[in-house]
C-alpha cells in the first residue's frame, strides 16, 4: 500500500497522508459534519465540548476571569441550534413522516466486535428535542448566573471548564441513539457531577458530598449497565431504533422470553433510581448542594437528574410491556414524593429544601411514568406527564436555586434561614423572582408546575379507573394530591422565612446587603418568565403533547382534554398549602417552634431526614468496611501464612537429614560401625 | 519489519550491556542519559512497528481470518530458523527452531512495554542515586525480556523469555527497593518461580505429545495449536495439562487466592519496577492463558477454565477491591486494585467469545497504562514527601493541582469511566461473560461500585480537603514542595494520550487484534470440536437485527 503512494513530498500529499494517518487512528475526524441539519445536530454538543477544552487549556494562565467568555457562547450556539432544532428542522421531519429514524448525524463506530455493534451518533426526535431546547436554555442562563456568582473564585476557569464539559455529556446523553451510547454519557455526566459538587475540594464536607454522588450513582449504574447487556442479548442490538421503535419485535420478545422484559425494566430502573435520586438511591442529592449554588441549579434542573426520567420515559415501550416494573415506578415515585416532602417541611436550609423538593418532584415524574400498569394505552400518557413536569420543573427549579444562591451571595454565605429574614425590601429582585418560582413550584393556578402537576394528577386519576390495579392507583392519587399540599406548604414556608418578617441579617452579611448584579439578575427576570409563562404557553395549547407524540415509540393519543375538576382541585390544594405556611410563618410566627416541640419526635424524625443516612452507614457502609476489614485480615493472617508454610517445607523437612549432620566425626564413626554391624546381621541372617 | 524487531530486542539489550560496562564507574549520572536514549529509541521503534503492522493486517485481514485451514495462532510477521534437529535418521526428525513473529496482540504488548520504559526511566532519573548505570541496565535488560515473550511463537523461546524477567525484576527489588526488599524479592522470585516449573511440565507435555504424534517442529505455538485443533487430548488429558499450565499463570496473574507476593513487591519496588510489574509483568500470566490454553486445550478451558476463571475472578475483583478500600499505604492500594482488574481481564479471557477475549486483552493494556500512571503519579508524591500512608497526607490539590488532575484523571481510567481506556475494556469483558453466564457477570459488575468507593476515597483524603503535610518531608527539602516537573510530565504525558485515545476510539486497537481473538473464539464458537453445545455460546439470535450501516 505504502509503496504505490510512493515517497512524494508535496505539501498536499503529506497533508493528505497525515489526514488519513489521523482518521485512520482517530475515526471521529473523519466525520465532519457537511449538511445544515447535521451541523445544527452536531454544534449543540460540540461546542459546550470546545469550550470545555478551549478553557482547560487556556484558562488558568490566559483566559483567568474571562474564562467564562468561551462557554457563554458555546452555550448560546448550543441554544440557538437547540432551537432551531425544535422549532424548524423537527416539524419538518414530522412531516416528512420518518419520525422513526429521527434526524441523525452520522458519527463513527465506537466499538465493533462480535455482535456488540457501538456507533457514536447524534439521533434527536421529538423527545430529545424538548429535552435539549431546556436543558441548553436552562443552562445557557446559569452560566450567566455563575458568572457573576463565582466571581473571583480561585478556581474560576475550572468551574467554566467542567460546567461546559457536563452540558455537553448532557446533550449527548439526549442526542443518543443507542443504550450503550447513553450509558457512556450517563457515566460523563456523573464525572461532571463529581467534578462540580467537589469544586471546593478544600471543604471535607464537599470533597465527601462528591464521592457520595459518584459512588451512589454507580450503584444504580451497575443495575443500569446489567440492563444494556440484558438488552443486547434479548434483541441483538442496542440500537433504540430496532430495540423500542419496532412493535413486532418487542411483542417477539416479550412472547419468546415471559419475564425477560421486565426483568430489563427492573435493571434500566435501578439506574434511573441513582440518577434520578429516587428512594433509597436519593440520598446523595441533598449532599450534592456543597457544590457552588449554581452548580446546585444545573444539577437539579437541567442536567443530571432528569437523565433518569429521561431514561424510563424514552424506554416506554419496554415499559409498557412490564406492568410490574410500571407498578413499582410509580410506587417508589410516590414513597419518594412524599417522604422528601415530609423531609422539606423541617429543613432550615434554604438550599436543602429546595433539594427534598427536587427530590419530591422527580418522584412526582416517577409516579406519572409507571401509570401504564394500568393500560398500555396509558403508558405514553404517563410518559408525556412526567416529561412535561420535567420541562417546566427545570425552568422554576433552575429558577428557586439561582434566587436562593443570591441570597447566600447577598449573606455572605449563610444559607441557614434562621439567620435571616425580612429580605424583600433589601433584596427586591431576588424576592420576586424566587416567588415565582415558589409559586410555580406550589402549583398556583396557571403557572407552570401547576398545569404539570395537574396532568399528573389526572393520568393518576384516570389510572384509577382501572379493575385491578385501580385501587393501587387510586391511593397513589391522594398521595400525590396530599404531597402537593405540602409541596405549597414548604415552597411558602421558605419563602416567607426568608423574605418576610423582620428584617434581619448575619454578621456575614455586612451592613448593606446587595442586591443581584446584571449578570445575575437578568438570568433570574428570563427564569422568573419562563416560570410564569412556560406552562401555559406549552400546557394550554396541548402543544408539548401534541410535539412529544412525534416520539418514536410514543403511539398517539387519542383526545387532549382539560379535567376542569380536577384543576380546580389542584388550586385549592395550592392555595391552602400557600395559606397554611403564611399562618404559621407570617401571622403567627411562633406556632411553628411550638408545633414541633409538641411533636418532638415527628419533627426529628423529619428534621433527621427519616436518619437515611445514618441508615445507610450502619446497615451498609461500615458492615461493608468491617467486611473489607476482615478480608485484609485474612489476607495477612491467614492466605499469606499459608504461602510462607509452603515456602518454609522444604526448610522444616530438612530438620530431620540435619540431625544426621553433626559434623563431629566421632558420630560419622559410629554410624559407619551401626551400618557395617547392621550389614553383617543381615549377611548372618542369610547364612543363618 | 522482522528486522525491526530484532533491532527492538537487541537495542535495549545493548544500551543495558553498555550500562553495566560503566558499572561503578565515576560519570555514573551519565548513565541516565544512555537509558533515556535506549527506551526513546525503542519506543520509536515499537511505535513505527505498530504503524507498519496496521498497514499489514489492513491488507492481511481477509485473506488470512477466511482460511478456515489456518492456525488458531496466525502470527502475520514470522522469522524462522531451525536451530536443532532431534532424532536421527531412522525416527521422523524433530525440529527446534526461532520463531519469532508478531501478532497483534504482541504488538500491542510491545508498544505498551516500550511506552511504560520509557516513563520508568524518566520517573527514576532522581529517586535512584546510587549504582545508577546497574539500574538502568536491569531495567533495560528487562525490557528485552518481556518485548522477547510477546514476540515469541516458539514453546522453548517463549519459556526462556518467561522466566527470564523474573531475574532483572529481582534485582530491581532487592537492590533498590524499600526496607524490607530482600524477603519481598525472594518471595516474588520463589513462588512465581514454583508455580512456572509447574507450566513448564505442562508445556513439555504438549509438546511432547505432539511431538510423539508425529509433528515435525512441535515448538512452534501456531504449529502446536493447528495440531491440537486437528487432534485434540483426550478431556481428561487436557484438563490436567490445562491445571499445569494454569498453575504458574494464576500465580502471575495474579489470580486470588495466589496474589499474596504482589502487594508485598509492589510496596517493596522501586517507583520503576511497580510500573513495569504491574504495567507488562502481571500481563505475562493472562498472555500465558491466551497463547496456550486458549487455543491448544478448548474443552479444559470449557470444563475447568471458565468456572475456575469466572469465580476466582469474580472473588478477584469484590476481594481485592474490599482490601484496596481499608489500606492506608496508597501502593499498596494500587496492588489490591491490580488483583481487582485482573478479575476483569480473566472474566472476559475466558468468557472465550470475541467479545470476552477482546474486552480481556484490552484489559491488559489498559491495566498497563492506567495502573502503571497510578504507580508514576504515587512515586511522585512520595518522591515529595517520602510517605506514601493516607494519615500523613491530606490535601495536596491545594500544593500540587496539576499532579491532583493527573491523578483524577488516571483514577477515573482505572475505575472504568467511558470515555477513558478502562471502560472498553471492562464492559466488553463484562458483556462477553454476560453472554456466557450471566450471573458471573453480574456478579462482577459489582466491582464497578467497589472501584469507585475505594479510589475515590483515596482520592478524598489524600488529594481533597484542607492541607496536610507531614513535616518531614518538607523540613528535607529546604525550598516548599514543587508540582509536577517537566521530566515527570514527560512520563505522564504520553500514557495519558494513549489513555484518552484508546477510551475514544477503541475501534482502530480493537481492529489491530481482532484477527487473532477470532482465530482463538473460532475454536469455541463451532461447537462439537471443542466437545460443547453451540446453543451454549450464542445468545438469542432470534430478534437479531442488522446494526445500522
Given at each position: 500500500?505504502?509503496?504505490?503512494?510512493?515517497?512524494?513530498?508535496?505539501?498536499?500529499?503529506?497533508?493528505?497522508?497525515?489526514?488519513a494517518?489521523?482518521?485512520?487512528?482517530?475515526?471521529?475526524?473523519?466525520?465532519?459534519?457537511?449538511?445544515?441539519?447535521?451541523?445544527?445536530?452536531?454544534?449543540?454538543?460540540?461546542?459546550?465540548?470546545?469550550?470545555?477544552?478551549?478553557?482547560?487549556?487556556?484558562?488558568p494562565?490566559?483566559?483567568?476571569?474571562?474564562s467564562?467568555?468561551?462557554?457563554?457562547?458555546?452555550?448560546?450556539?448550543?441554544?440557538?441550534c437547540?432551537?432551531?432544532?425544535?422549532?424548524?428542522?423537527?416539524?419538518?421531519?414530522?412531516?416528512g413522516?420518518?419520525?422513526?429514524?429521527?434526524?441523525?448525524?452520522?458519527g463513527?463506530?465506537?466499538?465493533?466486535?462480535?455482535?456488540?455493534?457501538?456507533?457514536?451518533?447524534?439521533?434527536?426526535?421529538?423527545?430529545?428535542?424538548?429535552?435539549?431546547s431546556?436543558?441548553?436554555s436552562?443552562?445557557?442562563?446559569?452560566?450567566?448566573?455563575?458568572?457573576?456568582?463565582?466571581?473571583?473564585?480561585?478556581?474560576?476557569?475550572?468551574?467554566?471548564?467542567?460546567?461546559?464539559?457536563?452540558?455537553f455529556?448532557?446533550?449527548?446523553?439526549?442526542?443518543?441513539?443507542?443504550?450503550?451510547?447513553?450509558?457512556?454519557?450517563w457515566?460523563?455526566?456523573?464525572?461532571?457531577?463529581?467534578?462540580?459538587?467537589?469544586?471546593?475540594?478544600?471543604?471535607?464536607?464537599?470533597?465527601?458530598?462528591?464521592k457520595?454522588?459518584?459512588?451512589v450513582?454507580?450503584?444504580?449504574?451497575?443495575?443500569?449497565?446489567l440492563?444494556?447487556?440484558?438488552?443486547?442479548?434479548?434483541?441483538?442490538?442496542?440500537?433504540?431504533?430496532?430495540?423500542?421503535?419496532?412493535?413486532?419485535?418487542?411483542?417477539?420478545?416479550?412472547?419468546?422470553?415471559?419475564?425477560?422484559?421486565?426483568?430489563?425494566?427492573f435493571?434500566?430502573?435501578?439506574?434511573a433510581?441513582?440518577?434520578?435520586?429516587?428512594?433509597?438511591l436519593?440520598?446523595?442529592?441533598?449532599?450534592?448542594?456543597?457544590?457552588?449554588?449554581?452548580?446546585?441549579?444545573?444539577i437539579h434542573?437541567?442536567?443530571?437528574?432528569?437523565?433518569?426520567?429521561?431514561?424510563?420515559?424514552?424506554?416506554t415501550?419496554?415499559?409498557?410491556?412490564?406492568?410490574?416494573?410500571?407498578?413499582?415506578?410509580t410506587?417508589?415515585g410516590?414513597?419518594?414524593?412524599?417522604l422528601a416532602?415530609?423531609?422539606?417541611?423541617?429543613?432550615m436550609?434554604?438550599?436543602?429544601?429546595?433539594?427534598?423538593s427536587?427530590v419530591?418532584?422527580?418522584?412526582?415524574?416517577?409516579?406519572?411514568?409507571?401509570?401504564?400498569?394500568?393500560?398500555?394505552e396509558?403508558?405514553t400518557?404517563g410518559?408525556?406527564?412526567?416529561?412535561?413536569h420535567?420541562?417546566?420543573?427545570?425552568?422554576?427549579k433552575a429558577l428557586?436555586?439561582?434566587?436562593?444562591?443570591?441570597?447566600?451571595?447577598?449573606?455572605?454565605?449563610?444559607?441557614?434561614?434562621?439567620?435571616?429574614?425580612g429580605?424583600?425590601?433589601?433584596?427586591?429582585?431576588?424576592h420576586?423572582?424566587?416567588?415565582?418560582?415558589a409559586?410555580?413550584?406550589?402549583?398556583?393556578?396557571?403557572?407552570?408546575?401547576?398545569?404539570?402537576?395537574?396532568?399528573?394528577?389526572?393520568?393518576?386519576?384516570?389510572?384509577?379507573?382501572?379493575?385491578?390495579?385501580?385501587?393501587?392507583?387510586?391511593?397513589?392519587?391522594w398521595?400525590?394530591a396530599a404531597?402537593?399540599?405540602?409541596?405549597a406548604?414548604?415552597?411558602?414556608?421558605?419563602?416567607?422565612?426568608?423574605?418576610?418578617?423582620?428584617?434581619?441579617?448575619?454578621?456575614?452579611?455586612?451592613?448593606?446587603?446587595?442586591?443581584?448584579?446584571?449578570a445575575?439578575?437578568?438570568?433570574?427576570?428570563?427564569?422568573?418568565?419562563?416560570?410564569l409563562?412556560?406552562?401555559?404557553?406549552?400546557?394550554?395549547t396541548?402543544?408539548?403533547?401534541?410535539y412529544?407524540?412525534?416520539?418514536?415509540?410514543?403511539a398517539?393519543?387519542?383526545?387532549?382534554?382539560?379535567?376542569?375538576?380536577?384543576?380546580?382541585?389542584?388550586?385549592?390544594?395550592?392555595?391552602?398549602?400557600?395559606?397554611?405556611a403564611?399562618?404559621?410563618?407570617?401571622?403567627?410566627?411562633?406556632?411553628?417552634?411550638?408545633?414541633?416541640?409538641?411533636g418532638?419526635?415527628?419533627y426529628?424524625?423529619?428534621?433527621?431526614?427519616?436518619?437515611?443516612?445514618?441508615?445507610?452507614?450502619?446497615?451498609?457502609?461500615?458492615?461493608?468496611?468491617?467486611?473489607?476489614?476482615?478480608?485484609?485480615?485474612?489476607?495477612?493472617?491467614?492466605?499469606?501464612?499459608?504461602?510462607?508454610?509452603a515456602?518454609?517445607?522444604?526448610?522444616?523437612?530438612?530438620r530431620?537429614?540435619?540431625l544426621?549432620?553433626?559434623?563431629?566425626?566421632?558420630?560419622?564413626?559410629?554410624?559407619m560401625?551401626?551400618?557395617?554391624?547392621?550389614?553383617?546381621?543381615?549377611?548372618?541372617?542369610?547364612?543363618? | 519489519?522482522?528486522s525491526?524487531?530484532?533491532?527492538l530486542l537487541l537495542?535495549?539489550?545493548?544500551?543495558?550491556?553498555l550500562?553495566?560496562?560503566?558499572?561503578?564507574?565515576?560519570?555514573a549520572?551519565?548513565?541516565?542519559?544512555?537509558?533515556?536514549?535506549?527506551?526513546i529509541?525503542?519506543?520509536?521503534?515499537s511505535?513505527?512497528?505498530?504503524?507498519?503492522?496496521?498497514?499489514?493486517s489492513?491488507?492481511?485481514?481477509?485473506?488470512?481470518a477466511?482460511a478456515?485451514a489456518?492456525?488458531?495462532?496466525?502470527?502475520?510477521?514470522?522469522y524462522?530458523?531451525?536451530?536443532?534437529?532431534?532424532?536421527?535418521?531412522?525416527e521422523?526428525?524433530?525440529i527446534?527452531?526461532?520463531?519469532?513473529?508478531?501478532?497483534g496482540?504482541s504488538?500491542?504488548?510491545?508498544?505498551l512495554?516500550?511506552?511504560?520504559?520509557?516513563a520508568?526511566?524518566l520517573?527514576?532519573?532522581?529517586?535512584?542515586?546510587?549504582?545508577?548505570?546497574?539500574?538502568?541496565?536491569?531495567?533495560?535488560?528487562l525490557?528485552t525480556?518481556?518485548?522477547?515473550?510477546?514476540?515469541?511463537?516458539?514453546?522453548?523461546?517463549?519459556?526462556?523469555?518467561?522466566e527470564f524477567?523474573?531475574?532483572?525484576l529481582?534485582?530491581?527489588?532487592?537492590?533498590?527497593?524499600?526496607p524490607?526488599?530482600?524477603?519481598?524479592?525472594?518471595?516474588?522470585?520463589l513462588?512465581?518461580?514454583a508455580g512456572?516449573?509447574?507450566?513448564?511440565l505442562?508445556?513439555?507435555?504438549?509438546?511432547?505429545?505432539?511431538?510423539?504424534?508425529?509433528?515435525?517442529?512441535?515448538?512452534?505455538?501456531?504449529?502446536?495449536?493447528?495440531w491440537?485443533?486437528?487432534?485434540?487430548?483426550?478431556?481428561?488429558?487436557?484438563?490436567v495439562?490445562f491445571?499445569?499450565?494454569?498453575?504458574?499463570?494464576?500465580?502471575?496473574?495474579?489470580?486470588?487466592?495466589?496474589?499474596?507476593?504482589?502487594p508485598?513487591?509492589?510496596v517493596?519496588?522501586?517507583?520503576?519496577?511497580?510500573?513495569?510489574l504491574?504495567?507488562?509483568l502481571?500481563?505475562?500470566?493472562?498472555?500465558?492463558?491466551?497463547?496456550?490454553?486458549?487455543?491448544?486445550?478448548?474443552?479444559?478451558c470449557l470444563?475447568?477454565?471458565?468456572?475456575?476463571?469466572?469465580?476466582l475472578?469474580?472473588?478477584?475483583?469484590?476481594?481485592?477491591?474490599?482490601?484496596?478500600?481499608?489500606q492506608?499505604?496508597?501502593?499498596?492500594?494500587v496492588?489490591?486494585?491490580?488483583?481487582?482488574?485482573?478479575?476483569f481481564?480473566?472474566?472476559?479471557l475466558?468468557?472465550?467469545?470475541?467479545?470476552?477475549?477482546?474486552?480481556?486483552?484490552?484489559?491488559?493494556?489498559?491495566?498497563?497504562?492506567?495502573?502503571?500512571a497510578?504507580?508514576?503519579?504515587?512515586?511522585?508524591?512520595?518522591?515529595?514527601?517520602?510517605?506514601?500512608?493516607v494519615?500523613?497526607?491530606?490535601?495536596?490539590?491545594?500544593?500540587l493541582?496539576?499532579?491532583?488532575?493527573?491523578?483524577v484523571?488516571?483514577?477515573?481510567?482505572?475505575?472504568g469511566?467511558?470515555?477513558?481506556?478502562?471502560?472498553?475494556?471492562?464492559?466488553?469483558?463484562?458483556?462477553g461473560?454476560?453472554?456466557?453466564?450471566?450471573?458471573?457477570?453480574?456478579?462482577?459488575?459489582?466491582?464497578?461500585?467497589?472501584?469507585?468507593?475505594?479510589?475515590?476515597?483515596?482520592?478524598?483524603?489524600v488529594?481533597?480537603?484542607?492541607?496536610?503535610?507531614?513535616?518531614?518531608?518538607?523540613?528535607?527539602?529546604?525550598?516548599?514542595?514543587?508540582?509536577?516537573?517537566?521530566r515527570?510530565?514527560?512520563?505522564?504525558?504520553?500514557?495519558?494520550?494513549?489513555?484518552?485515545?484508546?477510551?475514544?476510539?477503541?475501534?482502530?486497537?480493537?481492529?489491530?487484534?481482532?484477527?487473532?481473538?477470532?482465530?482463538?473464539?473460532?475454536?469455541?464458537?463451532?461447537?462439537?470440536?471443542?466437545?460443547?453445545?453451540?446453543?451454549?455460546?450464542?445468545?438469542?439470535?432470534?430478534?437479531?437485527?442488522e446494526?445500522?450501516?
Amino acid at each position: 500500500m505504502t509503496a504505490s503512494i510512493g515517497r512524494l513530498t508535496t505539501p498536499a500529499s503529506i497533508f493528505n497522508r497525515l489526514h488519513a494517518w489521523l482518521t485512520d487512528l482517530a475515526p471521529p475526524l473523519a466525520c465532519m459534519p457537511l449538511e445544515f441539519q447535521q451541523l445544527v445536530l452536531w454544534l449543540i454538543p460540540a461546542a459546550p465540548l470546545a469550550a470545555a477544552v478551549v478553557i482547560s487549556l487556556l484558562g488558568p494562565k490566559l483566559l483567568r476571569e474571562r474564562s467564562h467568555w468561551p462557554c457563554w457562547l458555546a452555550l448560546a450556539v448550543s441554544t440557538a441550534c437547540a432551537l432551531v432544532l425544535l422549532t424548524n428542522i423537527m416539524p419538518q421531519s414530522f412531516e416528512g413522516g420518518d419520525s422513526a429514524t429521527g434526524v441523525v448525524a452520522v458519527g463513527y463506530p465506537w466499538i465493533s466486535i462480535g455482535e456488540m455493534q457501538v456507533r457514536i451518533d447524534l439521533r434527536a426526535d421529538a423527545m430529545s428535542t424538548l429535552m435539549l431546547s431546556m436543558v441548553t436554555s436552562v443552562s445557557l442562563l446559569v452560566s450567566v448566573f455563575s458568572a457573576g456568582y463565582m466571581h473571583g473564585d480561585r478556581g474560576y476557569a475550572r468551574f467554566f471548564a467542567a460546567f461546559s464539559l457536563f452540558v455537553f455529556s448532557m446533550a449527548m446523553l439526549v442526542l443518543s441513539g443507542n443504550y450503550m451510547q447513553l450509558f457512556i454519557f450517563w457515566e460523563l455526566v456523573g464525572l461532571c457531577s463529581y467534578l462540580l459538587i467537589g469544586f471546593w475540594f478544600q471543604k471535607p464536607s464537599a470533597a465527601a458530598a462528591a464521592k457520595k454522588a459518584f459512588v451512589v450513582n454507580r450503584i444504580g449504574d451497575m443495575g443500569l449497565i446489567l440492563g444494556i447487556f440484558l438488552i443486547w442479548t434479548t434483541f441483538g442490538s442496542l440500537d433504540f431504533a430496532s430495540v423500542l421503535f419496532s412493535p413486532e419485535t418487542l411483542s417477539q420478545a416479550a412472547t419468546a422470553h415471559p419475564g425477560r422484559i421486565t426483568t430489563i425494566c427492573f435493571l434500566l430502573l435501578a439506574g434511573a433510581m441513582g440518577k434520578s435520586a429516587q428512594f433509597p438511591l436519593h440520598v446523595w442529592l441533598p449532599d450534592a448542594m456543597e457544590g457552588p449554588t449554581p452548580v446546585s441549579a444545573l444539577i437539579h434542573a437541567a442536567t443530571m437528574v432528569t437523565a433518569g426520567v429521561y431514561l424510563v420515559a424514552r424506554s416506554t415501550p419496554l415499559f409498557a410491556l412490564a406492568p410490574d416494573a410500571q407498578l413499582f415506578v410509580t410506587g417508589i415515585g410516590a414513597a419518594t414524593a412524599l417522604l422528601a416532602a415530609l423531609i422539606a417541611l423541617t429543613q432550615m436550609d434554604l438550599k436543602r429544601v429546595l433539594a427534598y423538593s427536587t427530590v419530591s418532584q422527580l418522584g412526582f415524574m416517577f409516579m406519572a411514568l409507571g401509570v401504564g400498569a394500568a393500560g398500555a394505552e396509558l403508558a405514553t400518557a404517563g410518559a408525556t406527564a412526567g416529561m412535561f413536569h420535567l420541562f417546566t420543573h427545570g425552568f422554576f427549579k433552575a429558577l428557586l436555586f439561582l434566587a436562593a444562591g443570591s441570597v447566600m451571595h447577598a449573606m455572605g454565605d449563610v444559607i441557614d434561614m434562621r439567620h435571616f429574614s425580612g429580605l424583600r425590601r433589601s433584596l427586591p429582585i431576588t424576592h420576586w423572582t424566587f416567588l415565582c418560582g415558589a409559586a410555580a413550584l406550589a402549583g398556583v393556578p396557571l403557572l407552570a408546575g401547576f398545569w404539570s402537576k395537574d396532568e399528573i394528577l389526572a393520568v393518576l386519576h384516570e389510572a384509577g379507573r382501572h379493575e385491578r390495579v385501580g385501587g393501587f392507583f387510586t391511593a397513589i392519587y391522594w398521595i400525590a394530591a396530599a404531597t402537593a399540599f405540602l409541596t405549597a406548604f414548604y415552597a411558602f414556608r421558605a419563602y416567607f422565612m426568608t423574605f418576610w418578617g423582620p428584617q434581619r441579617f448575619p454578621p456575614e452579611a455586612g451592613h448593606h446587603p446587595h442586591d443581584a448584579p446584571p449578570a445575575m439578575a437578568w438570568p433570574l427576570r428570563l427564569l422568573a418568565v419562563a416560570a410564569l409563562f412556560v406552562g401555559l404557553a406549552a400546557a394550554a395549547t396541548h402543544w408539548f403533547a401534541r410535539y412529544l407524540a412525534h416520539t418514536p415509540g410514543m403511539a398517539h393519543e387519542g383526545e387532549h382534554a382539560f379535567h376542569i375538576d380536577l384543576m380546580v382541585a389542584s388550586g385549592v390544594i395550592a392555595v391552602a398549602g400557600i395559606a397554611l405556611a403564611w399562618f404559621m410563618y407570617v401571622r403567627r410566627p411562633g406556632l411553628a417552634a411550638s408545633l414541633s416541640q409538641a411533636g418532638r419526635r415527628l419533627y426529628d424524625l423529619s428534621y433527621r431526614k427519616f436518619y437515611f443516612d445514618e441508615l445507610f452507614l450502619a446497615a451498609l457502609v461500615l458492615p461493608l468496611r468491617a467486611f473489607a476489614w476482615l478480608c485484609y485480615m485474612a489476607d495477612v493472617h491467614v492466605i499469606d501464612r499459608l504461602v510462607d508454610a509452603a515456602g518454609a517445607a522444604p526448610r522444616v523437612a530438612s530438620r530431620l537429614p540435619r540431625l544426621l549432620h553433626t559434623g563431629l566425626v566421632s558420630n560419622y564413626a559410629l554410624m559407619m560401625w551401626a551400618g557395617v554391624l547392621a550389614y553383617l546381621g543381615f549377611l548372618l541372617g542369610l547364612i543363618g | 519489519m522482522i528486522s525491526l524487531l530484532f533491532l527492538l530486542l537487541l537495542v535495549p539489550l545493548a544500551a543495558g550491556g553498555l550500562l553495566l560496562l560503566f558499572a561503578g564507574a565515576s560519570q555514573a549520572r551519565s548513565a541516565r542519559w544512555i537509558a533515556l536514549a535506549g527506551s526513546i529509541a525503542v519506543l520509536a521503534m515499537s511505535l513505527s512497528l505498530g504503524g507498519q503492522y496496521r498497514q499489514l493486517s489492513l491488507s492481511f485481514d481477509r485473506g488470512r481470518a477466511d482460511a478456515a485451514a489456518a492456525s488458531p495462532i496466525r502470527p502475520q510477521v514470522e522469522y524462522r530458523k531451525p536451530w536443532l534437529t532431534l532424532g536421527g535418521a531412522a525416527e521422523q526428525p524433530v525440529i527446534l527452531e526461532f520463531h519469532f513473529g508478531l501478532d497483534g496482540v504482541s504488538v500491542a504488548m510491545i508498544v505498551l512495554t516500550a511506552l511504560l520504559t520509557v516513563a520508568c526511566v524518566l520517573i527514576s532519573w532522581e529517586s535512584i542515586r546510587e549504582r545508577e548505570s546497574e539500574f538502568y541496565a536491569a531495567l533495560l535488560i528487562l525490557e528485552t525480556g518481556l518485548i522477547g515473550v510477546f514476540c515469541a511463537f516458539d514453546a522453548l523461546l517463549f519459556y526462556v523469555f518467561f522466566e527470564f524477567t523474573l531475574i532483572p525484576l529481582f534485582f530491581l527489588i532487592a537492590i533498590w527497593g524499600g526496607p524490607q526488599r530482600r524477603y519481598a524479592a525472594v518471595k516474588f522470585f520463589l513462588y512465581t518461580l514454583a508455580g512456572s516449573l509447574v507450566t513448564l511440565l505442562g508445556l513439555v507435555t504438549l509438546v511432547g505429545s505432539a511431538a510423539a504424534g508425529g509433528l515435525e517442529s512441535p515448538c512452534s505455538l501456531p504449529q502446536l495449536a493447528a495440531w491440537y485443533r486437528d487432534n485434540p487430548l483426550s478431556p481428561s488429558w487436557q484438563m490436567v495439562v490445562f491445571l499445569a499450565l494454569a498453575a504458574g499463570f494464576l500465580i502471575k496473574v495474579p489470580v486470588f487466592p495466589f496474589h499474596t507476593w504482589l502487594p508485598l513487591a509492589h510496596v517493596e519496588a522501586p517507583t520503576a519496577g511497580s510500573v513495569l510489574l504491574a504495567g507488562v509483568l502481571l500481563k505475562l500470566g493472562t498472555y500465558g492463558f491466551l497463547r496456550l490454553c486458549l487455543p491448544m486445550l478448548p474443552a479444559a478451558c470449557l470444563s475447568v477454565g471458565v468456572p475456575m476463571a469466572a469465580v476466582l475472578g469474580v472473588v478477584g475483583i469484590v476481594y481485592g477491591s474490599l482490601c484496596a478500600l481499608v489500606q492506608r499505604d496508597v501502593k499498596k492500594l494500587v496492588a489490591y486494585s491490580s488483583v481487582a482488574h485482573l478479575g476483569f481481564c480473566m472474566l472476559g479471557l475466558f468468557a472465550l467469545n470475541s467479545e470476552g477475549v477482546t474486552g480481556g486483552v484490552l484489559q491488559m493494556i489498559n491495566h498497563g497504562l492506567s495502573t502503571g500512571a497510578l504507580f508514576l503519579i504515587v512515586g511522585m508524591f512520595y518522591e515529595r514527601y517520602h510517605t506514601r500512608l493516607v494519615d500523613d497526607l491530606g490535601g495536596l490539590a491545594n500544593r500540587l493541582p496539576l499532579m491532583a488532575a493527573g491523578m483524577v484523571f488516571v483514577s477515573m481510567a482505572s475505575v472504568g469511566l467511558p470515555g477513558l481506556n478502562g471502560f472498553p475494556g471492562e464492559m466488553l469483558s463484562l458483556a462477553g461473560m454476560f453472554k456466557r453466564h450471566p450471573l458471573y457477570a453480574a456478579a462482577g459488575a459489582s466491582g464497578l461500585i467497589l472501584g469507585a468507593w475505594y479510589l475515590l476515597t483515596m482520592l478524598q483524603y489524600v488529594f481533597f480537603g484542607p492541607l496536610k503535610e507531614p513535616v518531614h518531608g518538607a523540613s528535607a527539602h529546604s525550598h516548599p514542595v514543587r508540582d509536577i516537573s517537566l521530566r515527570e510530565l514527560g512520563s505522564l504525558v504520553p500514557i495519558a494520550v494513549a489513555i484518552l485515545w484508546i477510551g475514544l476510539t477503541p475501534q482502530p486497537l480493537i481492529d489491530m487484534i481482532r484477527p487473532d481473538v477470532e482465530a482463538i473464539t473460532q475454536l469455541y464458537a463451532r461447537g462439537p470440536d471443542g466437545g460443547e453445545s453451540v446453543a451454549q455460546v450464542s445468545p438469542d439470535r432470534t430478534f437479531a437485527t442488522e446494526p445500522r450501516p
